[in-house]
């Protein structure tokens, strides 16, 4: 008789330890019982204190002291978040470990020679732009990833788990003793209630409202911990998070750029005469009447080709002689035959960079300006007449949420979210390319005019000395932040790893009566919620049986 085997364990043993398991967890699953979830806090709170403790053990034999290394957990849907800041994280002795589902992800490699890419099947995934809001059922997913992550090995091993893109992701990590880094690079509301982006239209539901209301609850619950950090990589979206949430995230700059021994080398040696139409993605192929008042056009509505076709530079086509003074060339001009270049350094080519913004923050900004490479920008005054005159800048909104607070800032500022040019140019302050304190050194023109003249009559080889001379103390600056919140967490984990934990709520009295009442392996759903309800006081997560159900029925491949 021939036994079927599925790793070492007979098929019928394991067709019947599932089905056992699955009827233990669809029994349990709508009860919500007050001492259950105290049962599934006690079991929690020992599982983590033994792999605390095991840790710990670990850590002494590979003699990580105090100074030790921490260990890094992304899962972001863009690697240049977590990506530009390798080499400083590195620099703190913080290894970082991603599964990142987004093409960019192999342009980063970790102090291990590994690049950023996932590389398992199961996990948070791109999933035809449904990841980003845990799509097609939010709660399911978490509940499928929460039952994953708990038994990855790599990601128990992590210490900090950081969000970016989008930070709403970061609830799938709410029922773990992690230290959480909302790192905000995008709106707040992205993943959640962002009704503007095309493409995330086909999955937005009538429950966005709700969600974006439960997404401010959780981030509000994270931000009252010591342990967490809630920040932001530009000054925009630290305003834009306090004005719909009332958070105020700290405001960390990217770093994006060489070591600061390397950059010391950097000299100014262009070998061509143009300026590159920067960034990668303008937005400038849309035409006026192509865009609405209120919220993006059509992907399909494209007028040019070119960039350059497009009627903001009608000025610069009508200065005599201009392709002589100012030499513009687009990046595929640049780089053919597809506008792709092989590193940022590739930019050092040229003799500078036009940077047009086309939404407040962008990655490729941080990452030019540390090659300092001289960037030439529009003044907050002529971006402004542009917006008004060629509705511009429509990107910068990603959804019309709620607005969840009453601050200061209201007095102050119209909702961000409006698409007037009259409310974009009271935001325009925030943008990354006119944070001067920030991003000093940048050559802002008033006209093409006076762009031509500045091209003219400029120093560029001092321009770039000066960006350089920023740069590196800019990296001292920026490196001592992310010190001050990774010694924190690092005391934190010391602190944790001390074996001897007390159980607050496993008295002999309350493990009596729970091991008499309910079952000591309570299920994966009551798991989660209890994990919810310790970790910061949060309510159940809802789940319908019948997607519980069909949750076994796909994962485990029993269907009932």
């Known amino acids: 008789m021939h036994v079927i085997m599925a790793r070492g364990v007979p098929l019928s043993q394991k067709r019947s330890r599932r089905a056992h398991i699955a009827g233990v967890f669809l029994g349990l699953v709508t009860s919500a019982s007050w001492l259950l979830l105290r049962s599934a806090v006690n079991e929690r709170l020992r599982v983590d204190s033994e792999h605390r403790q095991s840790h710990h053990i670990r850590d002494e034999q590979l003699g990580h002291q105090v100074e030790g290394i921490l260990k890094l957990w992304s899962t972001d849907l863009h690697a240049g978040p977590v990506g530009c800041q390798l080499s400083m994280f590195e620099s703190l002795n913080v290894d970082v470990t991603a599964q990142i589902d987004f093409s960019n992800c192999k342009f980063f490699v970790n102090r291990r020679g590994k690049d950023l890419c996932a590389d398992k099947h199961s996990g948070l995934r791109f999933d035809r732009n449904r990841g980003y809001s845990l799509d097609p059922n939010p709660n399911v997913t978490r ?78 619950a994270l931000s009252k911990s010591e342990r967490n950090v809630i920040a932001a990589n530009n000054l925009y979206d ?32 262009p070998l061509r005469d143009e300026l590159v139409l920067t960034p990668y993605r303008t937005n400038l192929e ?19 080709y070119d960039p350059l076709e497009h009627a903001i530079f009608d000025g610069l086509r009508a200065i005599s002689g201009n392709s002589s003074r100012l030499n513009l060339i687009n990046m595929r001009t640049a780089f053919p035959p597809k506008g792709k270049f092989k590193t940022m350094q590739d930019f050092r080519d040229f003799r500078a960079v036009l940077f047009i913004p086309y939404v407040p923050s962008v990655m490729f900004f941080f990452e030019i300006y540390r090659t300092n490479v001289p960037i030439l920008a529009p003044s907050r005054k002529l971006l402004g007449q542009w917006v008004a005159e060629h ?68 120093d560029f080889a001092a321009v770039s000395k000066s960006m350089r001379i920023h740069n590196i103390q800019e990296y001292t600056r920026i490196r001592g932040m992310w010190d001050v919140i990774i010694s924190r967490i690092r005391q934190r984990k010391l602190k944790n790893d001390r074996p001897g934990e007390v159980n607050h709520f496993n008295t002999k009295k ?41 949750l076994f029925c796909n994962v485990i491949k029993i269907c009932t």
């Not at 698409?419 to 050194?441: G, L, N, Q």
């Open 143 to 220: 509940l499928r990833l929460f039952g994953y992550y708990r038994g990855d090995d790599e990601f128990r091993q992590a210490d900090i788990v950081m969000c970016s893109h989008p930070v709403a992701n970061c609830e799938l990590y709410l029922p773990f003793d992690k230290s959480l880094i909302i790192y905000n690079t995008q709106r707040v509301e992205f993943g959640r209630n962002d009704e503007f982006i095309w493409w995330r239209q086909p999955h937005l539901k009538e429950d966005r409202h709700l969600r974006w209301r439960q997404w401010v609850t959780n981030l509000r």
């Open 238 to 269: 630290v305003k834009h998070m306090e004005y719909l949430t009332g958070i105020k995230p700290q405001y960390i700059p990217s770093w994006c750029g060489h070591m600061p021994h390397e950059m010391e080398k950097d000299t100014y040696e």
């Open 286 to 304: 849309y035409a006026k009447d192509s865009i609405p008042h209120q919220g993006w056009p059509s992907k399909r509505s494209k007028a040019h």
């Open 391 to 458: 509705r511009i800048l429509w990107e910068t909104s990603y959804g019309n949420p709620d607005v969840l607070a009453n601050g200061s800032l209201h007095a102050l500022l119209p909702n961000p979210n409006k698409f007037d040019a009259s409310s974009r140019k009271e935001w325009m302050k925030f943008y990354d390319v006119y944070a001067i304190d920030v991003f000093p050194h940048i050559l802002y023109f008033d006209s093409w005019e006076h762009a031509v003249q500045i091209v003219e009559h400029t």
């Open 510 to 550: 309350q493990s009596a009566v729970m091991s008499k009442q309910q079952p000591r392996s309570p299920s994966l759903q009551h798991e989660l919620n209890a994990a919810l309800a310790h970790e910061y006081g949060l309510a159940p997560l809802s789940i319908h049986v019948s997607l519980v159900r069909r």
